[in-house]
């Protein structure tokens, strides 16, 4: 076997290898599943057990009021829900708030508030609702500001789709369902920019690069073969 076609043969095997290989950083495989009209529905999440929520609270329907030259700051009160479904809250004591949403939580809280203070404001929200996103540069845990977020302002949060992503093959996972959303055409956004709830799973897929990523992964294997054949071709001459 002479060295041009031992190169042949090393180069037929780095390409082989790095079809099967370039695909090692690819997750969640497949053309994706559950892309129905739920997936665009805004939705309450109830208040469960061991959520963490800020209350905040300001009298006066929350309008700003000076007394003397002091300003009457708003409350930020933080709570965790306990294994009861109760909440210990300052002036109300245990109030029980496992099964409300937010909202229907927001008026408990002001008619129970109304016997401290004059026409209280009372606003809610979530501390502990997260998604995770998994990207090809970096992977990061993002806090849901609010129950009405879609899918395009998470990646915002998490600072935009890395360059060496695709826009168009955005996959998320929810329970055993996945939706795969193409956000890289804006006329299209309204039929891919879904609501996220907490829990889900963002995957921002890498660019697939089979040359570059099959050689890379596969120099290991080029230097044995190098070795091999040469050490092959240098017994041949000597035989």
């Excluded at 041009?4 to 290989?21: H, P, Q, R, Y």
């Excluded at 409350?75 to 965790?80: A, R």
């Excluded at 995770?132 to 993002?142: L, P, R, W, Y």
Aim: aromatic share 8%.
């Amino acid at each position: 076997m002479n060295m041009n076609k031992s190169m042949t043969l090393i180069l037929a095997i780095v390409w082989l290898s790095g079809c099967a290989s370039y695909k090692s950083n690819v997750m969640f495989s497949g053309a994706g599943s559950g892309n129905d009209n739920a997936w665009f529905e805004m939705s309450s999440f109830p208040i469960e057990v061991n959520d963490q929520i800020e209350i905040n609270v300001l009298p006066w329907k929350g309008e700003e009021l000076m007394i003397g030259n002091e300003e009457i700051m708003a409350q930020h009160i933080k709570i965790t829900i306990d294994s009861k479904g109760y909440a210990q809250i300052p002036l109300l004591g245990k109030i029980f708030l496992q099964g409300y949403n937010l909202a229907e939580a927001d008026s408990l809280l002001s008619l129970s508030f109304a016997n401290f203070l004059t026409e209280p404001f009372v606003e809610t929200r979530f501390l502990n609702k997260r998604v995770s996103v998994i990207g090809a540069e970096k992977t990061q845990v993002v806090e849901l500001p609010s129950e009405t977020i879609r899918l395009s302002e998470v990646i915002a949060l998490s600072g935009g789709i890395p360059s060496k992503s695709r826009a168009n093959n955005i996959k998320v996972l929810r329970e055993d369902k996945y939706f795969v959303a193409d956000l890289s055409r804006a006329k299209e956004r309204l039929k891919n920019d879904i609501y996220i709830y907490p829990g889900d799973l963002i995957y921002i897929e890498p660019v697939k690069r089979p040359f570059s990523e099959g050689l890379r992964d596969s120099l290991p294997l080029i230097s044995t073969l190098t070795s091999i054949i040469t050490l092959f071709a240098l017994v041949i001459t000597i035989l």
